[in-house]
């Protein structure tokens, strides 16, 4: 059972940045396509960015140019550096498989605001 912890989310003011991560056990990991994903109040669970195992990468079209997402499979490790940060990218973030099935960790929040 792979076991997922996000951190790095916090407070930021509109047009800074944050550097999420996500800890995976197991050893299935390097093995498998993750994906971002973010829920903001009221709304549905999206996916906002996804790596496969092979290191590919693609972005929803309300974070591209904007946010980066790696791996570091020695690490069973996924990031997602987020930068000029806006109030609508306000939501508690979550890593998972692409697509989700693995258990959902608890969510690191992310706040922009002034």
């Known amino acids: 059972q792979v076991q997922l912890v996000e951190s790095g989310g916090g407070l930021v003011q509109p047009g800074g940045s944050l550097r999420l991560s996500c800890a995976a056990s197991?050893?299935?990991?390097?093995?498998?396509?993750m994906g971002w994903y973010r829920q903001a109040p009221g709304k549905q669970r999206e996916l906002v960015a996804s790596i496969l195992s092979g290191g590919s990468t693609n972005y929803a079209n309300s974070v591209k140019g904007r946010f980066t997402i790696s791996r570091d499979n020695a690490k069973n490790t996924v990031y997602l550096q987020m930068n000029s940060l806006k109030p609508e990218d306000t939501a508690v973030y979550y890593c998972?498989?692409?697509?989700?099935?693995?258990?959902w960790g608890q969510g690191t929040q992310v706040t922009v605001s002034s």
């Open positions: 998972n498989a692409l697509p989700p099935q693995l258990h």
């Open positions: 197991g050893s299935i990991f390097s093995t498998l396509a």
